[in-house]
């Protein structure tokens, strides 16, 4: 069974839009009730029962940036409409269900080595808990795939990626302030990570090893920047063990728990279903106009949208040049999907990484009866066919068997056109500090401009909090990273691998 943008594949007819509000996470359920907070249902009544027809902050954009902003706003007393063009907050996080286990969509993992995403967390008193990780590994070879224990495995990654990364500590010492040593970066940005590759000349059977990675985030692996992988590297300690397991964490409750507790926090006016056809500055007043025709003024405005979006968007005045490169060239990891698979066999926990010539280049299952996730930035893989997607799958595992599966395409998804934040070669140094600054009384903010993690959530909130004037935080990753009172579960980061930011 199919299901394409983030639909849940099922033989029976579409779920009714309650079901869809409650699934996709819009009811604020389980550890922010008991907190005493507000159901989000309640938050957008109110809302509603209290809109405005003028307001001090418009946010455009209700993922985890524009949430963050418009509780911060709130914060300083302002009156804020938050606009959002889904039936749904989060953006490109969304916590859904999916034969009846719940899965994330977008973003899922979070770590103490990104410390505003953790804060929050602690903020809410959110659990985290850790994947039980897998029992073994699929690696490619110049024959076929082979198989190892997660150690073994990860410690040859290890070998590889570290010579992958020299010179990012001097490069990137201060990793959330990318520009300290320009003079070292500049020449640098120009580099691919298919030129790094080249540069570095691996074996074969090493080099396939790596383009698992490369390709996943490059989509091809040409196409990604040197840059954005080697400033993941210094902000997880510029070493393999951080790096690879940075994604070894996730919110107990799902990412929908954060997303709920921090609107029903802020308490902007919400409304859903809106998205935004104009934003126009005259006469020291913005105003947004949706595609519906409904009009909001205020004397300022917030763009939490992806940088993808905003050609989607007429502004006056114009956007400048920096900003239209940025919007037209593309700022996420393009065609990358991502697929939940039920598989009946096999049943274990396992990791498999293939090359980028291969339709699926990550998958896994990371506990135990729990459906596989897999990434795809192969635009030749038809997912819309079963066959299709068993057949890319027995690529890797020819045991497998597939009794359904469901597909999230950031890329066809109109209000996203792309995957998480993954930059090109020269958009640092070229466009990355230009399209942060404001246009006027508009300002710009969203995971695609953190300083930090671009295209992970802890990204979102930081550009979010800077864009509302609020406190970031920048610790030296080498430094042992705050838990913030967190119970951490003991686990060996050892045998986990990221796979993608989001």
């Given at each position: 069974?199919?299901?394409?943008?983030?639909?849940?594949?099922?033989?029976?007819?579409?779920?009714?839009?309650?079901?869809?509000?409650?699934?996709?996470?819009?009811?604020?359920?389980?550890?922010?009730?008991?907190?005493?907070?507000?159901?989000?249902?309640?938050?957008?009544?109110?809302?509603?029962?209290?809109?405005?027809?003028?307001?001090?902050?418009?946010?455009?954009?209700?993922?985890?940036?524009?949430?963050?902003?418009?509780?911060?706003?709130?914060?300083?007393?302002?009156?804020?409409?938050?606009?959002?063009?889904?039936?749904?907050?989060?953006?490109?996080?969304?916590?859904?269900?999916?034969?009846?286990?719940?899965?994330?969509?977008?973003?899922?993992?979070?770590?103490?080595?990104?410390?505003?995403?953790?804060?929050?967390?602690?903020?809410?008193?959110?659990?985290?808990?850790?994947?039980?990780?897998?029992?073994?590994?699929?690696?490619?070879?110049?024959?076929?795939?082979?198989?190892?224990?997660?150690?073994?495995?990860?410690?040859?990654?290890?070998?590889?990626?570290?010579?992958?990364?020299?010179?990012?500590?001097?490069?990137?010492?201060?990793?959330?302030?990318?520009?300290?040593?320009?003079?070292?970066?500049?020449?640098?940005?120009?580099?691919?990570?298919?030129?790094?590759?080249?540069?570095?000349?691996?074996?074969?059977?090493?080099?396939?090893?790596?383009?698992?990675?490369?390709?996943?985030?490059?989509?091809?692996?040409?196409?990604?920047?040197?840059?954005?992988?080697?400033?993941?590297?210094?902000?997880?300690?510029?070493?393999?063990?951080?790096?690879?397991?940075?994604?070894?964490?996730?919110?107990?409750?799902?990412?929908?728990?954060?997303?709920?507790?921090?609107?029903?926090?802020?308490?902007?006016?919400?409304?859903l279903n809106s998205p935004v056809a104009s934003v126009t500055e005259a006469n020291g007043r913005v105003t947004v106009v949706t595609r519906a025709g409904l009009s909001y003024c205020a004397p300022e405005v917030v763009m939490a949208v992806p940088v993808n979006v905003w050609k989607r968007i007429t502004f006056s005045p114009g956007l400048p040049q920096a900003h239209r490169t940025a919007t037209q060239q593309g700022y996420g990891v393009p065609r990358q999907k991502k697929v939940w698979l039920d598989l009946a066999t096999p049943t274990d926990r396992f990791l498999a990484e293939a090359p980028e010539d291969h339709p699926f280049v990550i998958m896994g299952r990371m506990n135990d009866n729990a459906p596989v996730v897999a990434f795809t930035v192969d635009p030749t893989l038809n997912l819309a066919s079963h066959a299709a997607v068993e057949a890319a799958v027995r690529r890797i595992v020819p045991s497998a068997t597939l009794r359904s599966y469901t597909v999230c395409d950031w890329q066809?998804?109109?209000?996203?056109?792309?995957?998480?934040?993954?930059?090109?070669?020269?958009?640092?140094?070229?466009?990355?500090?230009?399209?942060?600054?404001?246009?006027?009384?508009?300002?710009?903010?969203?995971?695609?401009?953190?300083?930090?993690?671009?295209?992970?959530?802890?990204?979102?909130?930081?550009?979010?909090?800077?864009?509302?004037?609020?406190?970031?935080?920048?610790?030296?990753?080498?430094?042992?990273?705050?838990?913030?009172?967190?119970?951490?579960?003991?686990?060996?980061?050892?045998?986990?691998?990221?796979?993608?930011?989001?």
């Amino acid at each position: 069974m199919f299901t394409d943008r983030g639909t849940k594949a099922t033989s029976r007819s579409a779920i009714s839009r309650r079901a869809a509000l409650r699934s996709g996470g819009l009811a604020l359920a389980g550890t922010a009730l008991a907190t005493g907070l507000p159901s989000l249902a309640e938050a957008a009544e109110s809302a509603d029962l209290t809109a405005r027809t003028s307001y001090d902050s418009i946010v455009v954009g209700a993922g985890l940036a524009g949430l963050v902003a418009a509780r911060e706003l709130r914060a300083k007393g302002r009156r804020v409409l938050l606009l959002e063009a889904r039936n749904r907050i989060g953006g490109r996080t969304w916590t859904d269900r999916f034969n009846d286990y719940e899965i994330e969509r977008g973003g899922a993992w979070v770590d103490p080595l990104q410390p505003h995403v953790w804060r929050e967390i602690s903020r809410y008193r959110l659990n985290v808990v850790a994947d039980a990780g897998p029992e073994r590994v699929l690696m490619p070879t110049t024959t076929g795939f082979a198989e190892s224990d997660p150690i073994t495995a990860y410690t040859r990654q290890g070998e590889l990626f570290t010579p992958f990364f020299d010179g990012a500590r001097e490069y990137f010492p201060r990793p959330y302030a990318p520009f300290t040593r320009e003079d070292l970066i500049t020449p640098l940005d120009g580099f691919s990570l298919r030129d790094r590759l080249n540069q570095l000349a691996y074996a074969p059977e090493d080099e396939i090893r790596m383009t698992s990675t490369t390709g996943l985030y490059g989509a091809p692996t040409a196409r990604g920047s040197l840059l954005q992988l080697a400033q993941w590297w210094a902000l997880a300690g510029w070493n393999y063990t951080g790096f690879s397991g940075i994604n070894t964490y996730r919110m107990e409750r799902g990412t929908a728990a954060l997303a709920g507790a921090i609107l029903a926090d802020g308490r902007p006016d919400l409304k859903l279903n809106s998205p935004v056809a104009s934003v126009t500055e005259a006469n020291g007043r913005v105003t947004v106009v949706t595609r519906a025709g409904l009009s909001y003024c205020a004397p300022e405005v917030v763009m939490a949208v992806p940088v993808n979006v905003w050609k989607r968007i007429t502004f006056s005045p114009g956007l400048p040049q920096a900003h239209r490169t940025a919007t037209q060239q593309g700022y996420g990891v393009p065609r990358q999907k991502k697929v939940w698979l039920d598989l009946a066999t096999p049943t274990d926990r396992f990791l498999a990484e293939a090359p980028e010539d291969h339709p699926f280049v990550i998958m896994g299952r990371m506990n135990d009866n729990a459906p596989v996730v897999a990434f795809t930035v192969d635009p030749t893989l038809n997912l819309a066919s079963h066959a299709a997607v068993e057949a890319a799958v027995r690529r890797i595992v020819p045991s497998a068997t597939l009794r359904s599966y469901t597909v999230c395409d950031w890329q066809a998804d109109e209000f996203s056109l792309g995957g998480p934040t993954y930059r090109s070669p020269g958009q640092l140094t070229a466009l990355h500090r230009a399209i942060a600054q404001p246009l006027g009384r508009i300002k710009f903010c969203g995971d695609d401009l953190a300083l930090g993690w671009t295209g992970y959530m802890d990204g979102a909130i930081e550009s979010g909090l800077r864009v509302a004037g609020s406190p970031t935080l920048a610790p030296l990753p080498a430094a042992a990273p705050a838990t913030h009172g967190i119970a951490v579960p003991r686990v060996d980061r050892r045998v986990y691998r990221s796979m993608i930011g989001l």
